[in-house]
């Protein structure tokens, strides 16, 4: 084989090695991550050890829940692209493996890096409290919050935070904060909603959580809590119409709407469980 022949060989190799991972990017794009996985190791049987293609490997296996087998070939892309990308999808990756102290170690490093790489922040913020502690989440959240003001993902995770400690005013500061970014976001939307019903304005809750359901149908979370502000505002009809809905999505929500309805100041119970089941298949008022 002459020299020219060798180079449009191995040129030839190279549009098609990068042509597959574009494919595999797509594939990863378009929620594809089994289609994604096998491109990605098309590359690597031609080119062993491809940074791209080892990241595109590990991140499918990551969005197929199969954190154990993506942290090597995502250890590997990042010693060779010093991504932070990488770096975070390693950390989740880890976390999901069970072996948070290195997801921490990671992350306390990914933080640090310039110019800053919000997701990083944001993965941290969630480990943090997951692991209890909340107080550095949420210095950590903030921090982020100045680096990255238009990341919404941070005022949403503070205002739950919030939320979750019983700090209404931390929590409404934050969700507008969220709503200032994107005024229709649904989880935006819900969050202010759920300070709106613990303040007892449950006529400003329930406009919050319809909007919400306008945008995002599938939101029982929002249905449920617009049934029980429903139900305190004396609107019995409507509310047992929205709860009726929520069961639909399983036994789970069975449960939650019962406890809205019983724990209501204008809710109802039923002695029979018959009774019951009846309402909520709408042939018992």
């Given at each position: 084989?002459?020299?020219?022949?060798?180079?449009?060989?191995?040129?030839?190799?190279?549009?098609?090695?990068?042509?597959?991972?574009?494919?595999?990017?797509?594939?990863?794009?378009?929620?594809?991550?089994?289609?994604?996985?096998?491109?990605?190791?098309?590359?690597?049987?031609?080119?062993?050890?491809?940074?791209?293609?080892?990241?595109?490997?590990?991140?499918?296996?990551?969005?197929?829940?199969?954190?154990?087998?993506?942290?090597?070939?995502?250890?590997?892309?990042?010693?060779?692209?010093?991504?932070?990308?990488?770096?975070?999808?390693?950390?989740?990756?880890?976390?999901?493996?069970?072996?948070?102290?290195?997801?921490?170690?990671?992350?306390?490093?990914?933080?640090?890096?310039?110019?800053?790489f919000p997701a990083a922040?944001?993965?941290?913020?969630?480990?943090?409290?997951?692991?209890?502690?909340?107080?550095?989440?949420?210095?950590?959240?903030?921090?982020?919050m100045e680096a990255a003001?238009?990341?919404?993902?941070?005022?949403?995770?503070?205002?739950?935070?919030?939320?979750?400690?019983?700090?209404?005013?931390?929590?409404?500061?934050?969700?507008?904060?969220?709503?200032?970014?994107?005024?229709?976001?649904?989880?935006?939307?819900?969050?202010?909603?759920?300070?709106?019903?613990?303040?007892?304005?449950?006529?400003?809750?329930?406009?919050?959580?319809?909007?919400?359901?306008?945008?995002?149908?599938?939101?029982?979370?929002?249905?449920?809590?617009l049934g029980a502000c429903?139900?305190?505002?004396?609107?019995?009809?409507?509310?047992?119409?929205?709860?009726?809905?929520?069961?639909?999505?399983?036994?789970?929500?069975?449960?939650?709407?019962?406890?809205?309805?019983?724990?209501?100041?204008?809710?109802?119970?039923?002695?029979?469980?018959?009774?019951?089941?009846?309402?909520?298949?709408?042939?018992?008022?």
């Amino acid at each position: 084989m002459s020299i020219r022949d060798d180079t449009a060989s191995r040129s030839q190799s190279t549009i098609s090695i990068d042509e597959t991972l574009r494919r595999a990017m797509a594939a990863i794009e378009g929620q594809r991550p089994e289609e994604a996985a096998r491109l990605a190791q098309d590359v690597l049987k031609r080119s062993a050890g491809h940074p791209n293609a080892l990241h595109l490997f590990g991140y499918s296996l990551l969005a197929q829940e199969r954190a154990s087998e993506a942290i090597e070939p995502l250890e590997k892309a990042f010693r060779s692209l010093r991504d932070p990308a990488i770096e975070t999808q390693l950390a989740i990756a880890l976390r999901k493996a069970g072996r948070t102290d290195e997801a921490l170690s990671r992350l306390t490093r990914a933080v640090k890096r310039k110019p800053v790489f919000p997701a990083a922040i944001h993965e941290l913020g969630f480990l943090l409290h997951s692991l209890g502690r909340a107080d550095e989440a949420i210095n950590v959240i903030k921090s982020g919050m100045e680096a990255a003001p238009g990341m919404i993902e941070l005022p949403l995770m503070l205002g739950f935070i919030f939320h979750a400690r019983g700090n209404r005013a931390g929590a409404k500061a934050a969700f507008a904060r969220a709503l200032g970014i994107a005024p229709h976001h649904p989880k935006a939307l819900y969050g202010m909603g759920l300070t709106m019903m613990d303040a007892g304005e449950f006529a400003a809750a329930a406009e919050l959580f319809q909007r919400a359901l306008v945008i995002d149908p599938s939101d029982q979370q929002s249905r449920l809590s617009l049934g029980a502000c429903l139900l305190e505002l004396g609107q019995t009809s409507a509310a047992s119409a929205c709860l009726r809905q929520v069961t639909r999505g399983g036994a789970d929500f069975y449960g939650k709407a019962l406890k809205v309805l019983s724990s209501s100041s204008r809710g109802r119970f039923w002695l029979k469980p018959s009774d019951l089941a009846g309402f909520f298949r709408g042939e018992r008022s």
